[in-house]
């Protein structure tokens, strides 16, 4: 998933040029670190089962992504 959304970041960033770049660039950082936030999350819920626990790092985390 991460990979795939990494391609598709380059692919459009090398399609487009000047202004667009820089909102895709930011796009693809915002959407990098949602993705991080969740996959943490996720290994967060296998290690301790606390939802409570693991909801609350994930949103500080996606809270920092913006």
Known sequence: MRRSLLALCLI???AGGGVTAVSL?????QS????KCVEEEQACLKRTGNKGQCG???NECLA???
């Open 32 to 35: 990098n670190c949602r993705s």
């Open 25 to 29: 660039d930011s796009a693809c950082a």
């Open 64 to 66: 920092k992504c913006k």
């Open 56 to 58: 609350d790092k994930a």
């Open 12 to 14: 459009a960033l090398a």
